[in-house]
């Protein structure tokens, strides 16, 4: 398995500044872009595009939190954390929020998309725009605990920063509950936002 840490030489560990990675990327891909390789052999050029894109990937790996959590468990433990889909109690009553808001407005967009009357269209657009506060509103509340689990995710990496091999090990269990939780709220997102692309139009 490649070592996305390895290939932009950055340390093993839970908590990187997107910036500063983001500025360490683009030095080292600006010497790899396969612009600068124009005027190469074909094989120099297939090099470049291949390294290139190596540390594309591993920036993207590295530059979100859930994707990092992943493989860096992956490189410790030497295989994916188990998939487990039951969400945290904790999380129950948002999970039935986001549920519950998603289909209603799936059937509120059932039902703008079969309006053909200007008048009951304009009616619609109103009900809509009050869709996307509440969706909005609801998005809200996801980034707020994000931005929860980010701190917690700092924690973590303070702690693992200064653990020895061993003490690390502890560490993991932890660092797999939030790979997990950062995938519920990654997903909510994502669900949230898709619904608000679609009452925007």
């Known amino acids: 398995m490649t070592d996305n840490f390895a290939l932009?030489?950055?340390?093993?560990?839970?908590?990187?500044?997107?910036?500063?990675?983001?500025?360490?990327?683009?030095?080292?891909?600006?010497?790899l872009h396969p612009d600068r390789f124009h005027n190469a052999s074909e094989l120099e050029k297939n090099q470049a595009t291949q390294r290139y894109t190596q540390l594309n990937a591993?920036?993207?790996?590295?530059?979100?939190?859930?994707?990092?959590?992943?493989h860096l468990l992956e490189l410790e433990l030497g295989a994916k954390p188990k998939d487990i889909q039951q969400i945290p109690a904790a999380l129950a009553d948002l999970f039935i929020e986001v549920s519950?808001?998603?289909?209603?407005?799936?059937?509120?967009?059932a039902e703008k998309s079969q309006a053909?009357?200007?008048?009951?269209?304009?009616?619609?657009?109103?009900?809509?725009?009050?869709?996307?506060?509440?969706?909005?509103s609801l998005q809200r509340t996801l980034n707020e605990l994000r931005t929860k689990l980010?701190?917690?995710?700092?924690?973590?990496?303070?702690?693992?920063?200064?653990?020895?091999?061993?003490?690390?090990?502890?560490?993991?269990?932890?660092?797999?509950?939030?790979?997990?939780l950062f995938g519920y709220f990654n997903?909510?997102?994502?669900?949230?936002?898709?619904?608000?692309?679609?009452?925007?139009?």
Do not use: M
């Open 58 to 70: 591993a920036f993207n790996c590295l530059a979100e939190p859930k994707l990092r959590l992943l």
């Open 116 to 136: 053909t009357s200007p008048l009951v269209q304009v009616q619609l657009f109103e009900r809509g725009q009050d869709w996307v506060e509440k969706l909005n």
């Open 8 to 31: 932009l030489n950055e340390p093993r560990r839970p908590w990187l500044d997107a910036d500063l990675l983001k500025q360490k990327f683009l030095a080292v891909a600006s010497d």
């Open 150 to 180: 980010d701190g917690e995710l700092k924690s973590l990496d303070a702690q693992w920063i200064v653990a020895d091999a061993e003490a690390r090990k502890t560490i993991l269990p932890k660092l797999e509950e939030l790979y997990r």
């Open 100 to 109: 519950n808001h998603c289909r209603s407005a799936d059937i509120f967009l």
């Open 187 to 201: 997903r909510w997102n994502n669900q949230i936002q898709e619904r608000v692309v679609q009452l925007s139009f």
